[in-house]
């Protein structure tokens, strides 16, 4: 397998390890799935196999978590049958990989984004009465990166790192580190990502507000 360098992802467990922030750890596993092998017709992220290929799976309890993907249990495969079951298009497309622990929320890879090198954005999902996406990082390794950055922020920059109630809340309060991936800046202002944020519903217009409020703000700071 070639060696796809993480620093996201081993600045973030640096982070675990500086700050009182417990993460559990799974062993890697020799059959978890490599880059572009189909799970459910999806086509495997690389950067999302690069991190299979070094952990079987990852929790942490500030609430993040990386479905499990080892000998015991193959989380990532069950994730998205859930969400093949209960999600409607186009969300049922999207590879998911964690969320929120004890929360629905929901972080995917966006195949249809893919590059020409077949690496795919991240997006956070709410599912919660009307279902939408936001982008939050240009491949998965800059996700890690960009939570390791949220974690350095609630335990040095702001002190409130034993006050769980005191954190901004991820990834709307922190559009600075955001607006730092330039290449999902420019996927955001291209539209690309509009299917999944605008949708149809209830609250629609509510939800839609909202968005175009934080997309404002990204585009503000990232001047």
């Not at 990989?97 to 249809?112: K, W």
């Not at 949220?150 to 901004?168: F, K, M, N, Q, S």
């Amino acid at each position: 397998m070639i060696d796809v360098p993480m620093p996201g992802l081993e600045r973030l467990l640096v982070a675990c390890e500086k700050y009182p922030v417990q993460a559990r750890i799974r062993k890697s596993w020799e059959g978890a799935p490599t880059a572009g092998t189909l799970l459910l017709g999806r086509p495997m992220d690389p950067m999302l196999a690069a991190f299979y290929s070094r952990l079987g799976g990852l929790l942490l309890d500030s609430g993040l978590y990386v479905n499990a993907c080892d000998k015991q249990v193959n989380g990532v495969l069950m994730a998205n049958e859930h969400i093949q079951r209960h999600w409607l298009e186009p969300f049922r497309s999207l590879l998911v990989f964690g969320g929120e622990e004890a929360l629905s929320y929901r972080y995917a890879t966006v195949p249809s984004l893919a590059d020409a090198q077949g690496v795919q954005p991240v997006v956070k999902v709410d599912p919660y009465e009307d279902i939408y996406a936001l982008p939050i990082a240009s491949n998965v390794d800059c996700f890690f990166d960009t939570y390791a950055r949220y974690l350095e922020l609630v335990y040095e920059t702001l002190g409130v790192g034993e006050e769980r109630g005191a954190w901004p809340v991820f990834p709307w309060d922190v559009p600075e580190f955001i607006a730092t991936d330039r290449t999902l800046m420019n996927m955001l202002v291209e539209g690309r990502f509009d299917f999944l944020m605008f949708r149809e519903g209830v609250d629609a217009q509510r939800t839609h507000k909202e968005i175009r409020a934080w997309i404002a703000q990204l585009r503000a700071v990232s001047t």
